[in-house]
């Protein structure tokens, strides 16, 4: 039975108004200020472990500089789409450095990360086509197969074996695409690319990589999944966003020049949506450059990572299979997880919950974000609030 549109905002809204009423809605605060390793909320400091700015670039002095030089040059935004009136020497420079970074012949820019996914599925897919994706894959690369219309199915997670059993049922289909994140945004493990991009080859597949998360966190420089396994040309369609350790706005997928060039003729997501305003694209490739010239970022980065993630393994935590700045505190059970997050949040610690639906039933948790800019301070300062919260509430 179809419940009507009136009762679904009345059930939502009604539960939202339970949760602020116990202290455990987390969502929407208001941050005063940039986004940094310590963050002004409602009035108080906290340490910041919810933020995506891994790498601290969102106040990077070269950064900001680059922003403010492209306001004054360009102005506030492009007023066009990218075809007609919208692209300027800024949006090639910056695809061009992408293509760089990504050692690909060429690459193309979206107003997000989201879109950027769509984009390339229902433009490189259709009816009688098959996609086959993980089964922790992002939202959008769902959405991205059911707009498609091609068929579409999914794999254990991460199970080699899965993947192979599919590929083996799927040689009829002429065009076969395999979507992986690199980096899984709930667990903060790594896909196999190794063995996906064997399997890819050996069934004549195409491989997208999805590097929200693998970009400035993974590789001994921050290059991404194919530096973190020593490989090259393993992949055929590399995604990315702007809005992550790259601190603007947009994503970008990367290949070969001709297949970039029937994106930007075909899809769209491109065609029809306004251009990237030139701020934000210039700020981004100045994110990649400062990613190139300063590697100790990601040094510092990684240190952070293994300081906080082995910190909770040795009070009790459970961090499932987490190799990267996405860190799991995983508890199970959706009260207590509520409950966890309130205490460390009233302690001084911001971070977010993360429950059913968004993640499977059973494994809810909190998610924290490691960044390059906390200090050794910071990260045992937050070790300390979790093993009182987790005491208090019997998690370890």
Same mark, same amino acid.
């Given at each position: ?122 433009? %490189?897919?259709?009816?009688? #086509? /098959?996609?086959?994706?993980? $089964? !922790?894959?992002?939202?959008?690369? @769902?959405?991205?197969?059911? =707009? ?104 970008? %997928?990367?290949?070969?020049? #001709? /297949?970039?060039?029937?994106? $930007? !003729?075909?899809?769209?997501?491109? @065609?029809?949506?306004?251009? =990237? ?120």
């Amino acid at each position: 039975m179809t419940i009507s549109l009136e009762q679904r905002v009345k059930e939502t809204n009604e539960r939202a108004s339970r949760m602020k009423e116990n202290k455990t809605f987390f969502y929407l605060k208001s941050i005063e200020g940039s986004s940094g390793p310590k963050v002004h909320i409602d009035g108080r400091e906290m340490i910041m472990f919810a933020s995506y700015n891994y790498l601290g670039l969102i106040s990077h002095p070269r950064v900001k500089e680059a922003a403010k030089r492209a306001i004054d040059e360009y102005g506030t935004g492009a007023a066009g789409v990218r075809l007609l009136a919208g692209t300027t020497k800024a949006h090639e420079e910056l695809e061009e450095k992408i293509a760089q970074f990504k050692k690909t012949e060429d690459a193309i820019t979206y107003s997000s990360g989201y879109v950027t996914n769509l984009a390339a599925i229902t433009t %490189l897919c259709q009816r009688g #086509d /098959l996609v086959i994706m993980d $089964k !922790l894959d992002h939202a959008s690369i @769902i959405d991205g197969c059911i =707009l498609s219309g091609a068929n579409h199915r999914s794999f254990i997670h991460n199970n080699m074996e899965s993947v192979e059993n599919i590929l083996a049922q799927a040689k009829h289909y002429q065009n076969k695409l395999i979507v992986v994140d690199a980096v899984y945004s709930m667990d903060g493990d790594i896909a196999n690319l190794p063995e996906l991009s064997r399997l890819a080859k050996k069934y004549n597949a195409k491989l997208m990589v999805d590097e929200a998360h693998s970009i400035g966190v993974i590789g001994e420089t921050g290059h991404g999944i194919e530096e973190h396994f020593g490989l090259e040309n393993s992949i055929d369609i590399y995604m990315g966003t702007l809005s992550k350790t790259i601190p603007s706005i947009g994503g970008y %997928l990367a290949g070969d020049k #001709d /297949l970039i060039n029937f994106l $930007k !003729l075909s899809s769209r997501p491109f @065609i029809f949506s306004a251009s =990237l305003p030139p701020v934000a694209v210039v700020t981004a490739k100045a994110c990649f450059e400062v990613i190139e010239s300063e590697p100790e970022l990601v040094k510092q980065l990684q240190r952070n990572i293994k300081h906080f993630r082995e910190g909770l393994k040795e009070l009790g935590y459970d961090t499932g299979q987490s190799e990267t700045a996405i860190v799991p505190i995983m508890v199970g059970e959706e009260e207590k997880t509520l409950q966890l997050c309130r205490i460390v949040n009233e302690e001084g610690v911001f971070i977010c919950p993360i429950l059913f639906p968004a993640v499977p039933k059973g494994t809810n948790r909190l998610r924290a974000h490691v960044l390059a800019t906390h200090t050794p301070e910071d990260i045992e300062k937050a070790l300390h609030i979790f093993e009182q919260a987790g005491k208090s509430l019997g998690i370890i």
